[in-house]
């Protein structure tokens, strides 16, 4: 029997240990900062501060990988959370949205803060700081709205 879990032990940290060299890869990728949503319109330093503290992990090419991240299969999960994260909504590279995809993202901003939907209940529970607290949500719809009417008001101007 002892034989038995030795061998089982020992297939566990084999597995363990292959795993840590297969799965997706962490990037930051590099990106013009022009491209960068503060750059591309106006974000009050509250709003920045906010993104950067409770959605930046996720929806920037500014990814502050923890350690657990560079270890399998926890890794997986994570880098797995951050492309998929960067897809929808990514920060860093807002200037390549259309505008109307941009007014849209910007509605669902206030819309995911107000339902307490993001940051991700996964990444709180390691990032109790990220959690938005009431007047964080008011800052982000407010800035929402203000935003979302520039765009409108631009893309009038152009009509
Ligand atoms: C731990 C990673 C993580 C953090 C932190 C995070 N998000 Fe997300 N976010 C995701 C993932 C993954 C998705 C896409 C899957 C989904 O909708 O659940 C997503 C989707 C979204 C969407 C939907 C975009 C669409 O196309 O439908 C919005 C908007 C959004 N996040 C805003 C935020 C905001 C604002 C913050 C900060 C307050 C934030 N997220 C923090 C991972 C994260």
Redo the contacts with the bound molecule.
């Keep these: 029997m002892k034989k038995r879990w030795r061998f089982a032990l020992l297939t566990v940290a084999g597995v363990l240990i292959v795993a840590q060299f297969f799965g997706p890869a962490r990037t930051n990728p590099a990106a013009d900062p022009r491209l960068a949503f503060q750059a591309q319109m106006e974000v009050p330093a509250a709003v920045q501060e906010?993104?950067s503290r409770?959605?930046r992990?996720?929806?920037t090419n500014e990814t502050r990988w923890p350690w657990y991240s560079y270890v399998a299969p926890v890794s997986w999960l994570v880098i797995h959370?951050?492309n998929?994260?960067r897809s929808?909504?990514n920060f860093s590279e807002w200037g390549r949205l259309r505008p109307d995809d941009a007014e849209d993202?910007l509605e669902?901003?206030c819309e995911?803060?107000e339902k307490g939907e993001?940051?991700?209940r996964?990444?709180l529970l390691l990032h109790p700081d990220?959690r938005?607290s009431s007047t964080d949500v008011q800052a982000?719809c407010t800035w929402s709205a203000a935003a979302r009417g520039q765009l409108r008001g631009a893309r009038d101007h152009e009509k």
Excluded: Q
């Design positions: 906010i993104v409770s959605c992990d996720c929806h959370d951050v998929h994260g929808h909504l993202l669902e901003i995911v803060a993001m940051p991700l996964s990444y990220a938005l982000l």
